[in-house]
Every structure is written in C-alpha cells, then in structure tokens.
C-alpha cells in the first residue's frame, strides 16, 4: 500500500474517532451544560415566596404564574413526586424585543421562563433552571443572544441570594 492511501486512511480514521469522542464528551456533559441545580438553603415555601418576592422587586420581571407540579401530577393520574412547582417569570420589554421580529418568533416556545423549585427525597431544597450562559452562547452575536445576555443579568441578580452564576459547566 502507498504512503499517500496511509495516509489517507489514517486521517479517516482520526476524524471518525475525533468525532465518536466529541459526541461522548458532549453526551456526558450535556445535562450539567444546559442545566442548572442549586441548592437553597432555606425550607421550600420560603423559597418559592423569595422567588416570587425578588421576581417581582426585578425592574421589568413579574411572576405570570406558580404551577403546583405535584397537585398536576397527582390530579391527572401520576405517582406522587413530591414538593415540586415551577414558578414562571416574564419581562414585557425584553420579551416584546424578541417576538417583534419573525426571524426570532421561535424564541416564544421558551416563553416565559421557569424556575423549578422542588424537595428532593433527601428533603434538599433545589432550583433547576436552563443554564442561559450556554444559551447566550448559542446565539451569541445575534440579537437574540444580546437579549439573553440581559435576561442572564437578571436572572443571576435575583437569584443573588445564592451567590449564584451561571457558568459553562
């Protein structure tokens, strides 16, 4: 065989084995990259009234609605999974910037944002949200990402209490 098709193959080769790891690197680290948990140190309805306090105190932020997850669950038929609502959260203006176009009306879907408050069964107080770092990142010099950027701001704002910030992982 000549040098030229050794070579050839084994670039092959590397490619398809560079992008086996690559997918694997990214399956591992999906969850905690697009994912956050924060434990709270304070019992789950102070939590969720915190929240709700320091959502509402944010200039622009409301709270548009608090679901019981647990009672959803149970009314409809599931196993009881525990002390669990999601409280979601919106802010007019930014939300008006981002659907004012129709390039960027897909963005509705993640409308409003959720913070979910849940009571693991060790009794942990957790928040889980979407890590909007990445997803600034994601669109990132864009004007979606430029929105989300100020959206990341106030998130980590009210969420100041936990000297939280989102990061890559």
Not at 40 to 54: A, H, N, S
Not at 65 to 92: P, S, T
Not at 133 to 157: C, H, N, P, Q, W
Request: aromatic share 10%.
């Amino acid at each position: 065989m000549s040098n030229k098709k050794r070579i050839l193959i084994g670039m092959i080769l590397g490619l398809v084995l560079s992008l086996f790891v690559t997918g694997l690197a990214f399956k591992v680290a999906a969850p905690t990259m697009f994912f956050k948990e924060v434990s709270v140190p304070y019992d789950f309805d102070k939590t969720v009234r915190m929240l709700q306090t320091r959502i509402n105190k944010q200039e622009g932020w409301h709270v548009t609605a608090v679901i019981d997850q647990q009672k959803e669950v149970l009314d409809n038929g599931g196993e009881d999974v525990g002390k669990v609502k999601i409280i979601k959260f919106c802010n007019g203006k930014l939300s008006g910037i981002m659907l004012s176009n129709d390039s960027s009306k897909f963005m509705a879907a993640k409308m409003p944002l959720s913070i979910a408050v849940y009571e693991k069964s060790d009794g942990r107080v957790t928040l889980g949200l979407m890590n909007g770092y990445i997803m600034a990142r994601l669109f990132s010099g864009t004007r979606e990402g430029e929105i989300m950027e100020e959206v990341v701001k106030d998130i980590e704002e009210i969420l100041g209490f936990l000297h939280f910030r989102f990061t890559i992982f």
